[in-house]
């Protein structure tokens, strides 16, 4: 263990200043793809399938999870199937690009860390 510390710290040194702006990419690189993951295992709807989804609309009462509640708090505000079918695709529209633009997110931060070793040199 103490040869594993004596390596990293001969290496953070040898890398000098160049050092300071990888370890800031690498923890913020860390903390986006955390987020994304915990994003992801919190809401489970997006993996639903759209046949499943309808079916709850059709039939509320039948609806599990997130989704389920949502389509339910949905139902009681809305007079038509298709009124609450296109509000339930509008929540999905809704969550996704978000999801989708943090995992752009994390793919710019990775493809800049190498980056910022060529502009170093």
């Not at 038509?80 to 809704?94: F, G, I, T, Y």
Request: hydrophobic share 50%.
């Amino acid at each position: 263990m103490e040869a594993f510390i004596e390596e990293t710290l001969k290496i953070w040194m040898d890398g000098g200043m160049l050092m300071l702006p990888l370890a800031f990419l690498a923890g913020l690189i860390y903390f986006t793809i955390l987020a994304i993951y915990f994003e992801l295992s919190r809401r489970r709807f997006a993996q639903i399938d759209n046949n499943l989804w309808r079916h709850w609309v059709d039939k509320p009462d039948e609806g599990q999870g997130e989704l389920g509640d949502i389509i339910r708090f949905l139902d009681q505000n809305t007079t038509e199937p298709a009124q609450l079918r296109a509000a339930v695709a509008a929540v999905k529209a809704d969550y996704l690009p978000r999801v989708n633009s943090r995992i752009r997110f994390g793919m710019i931060l990775v493809t800049a860390a190498p980056l910022t070793v060529c502009l170093a040199r």
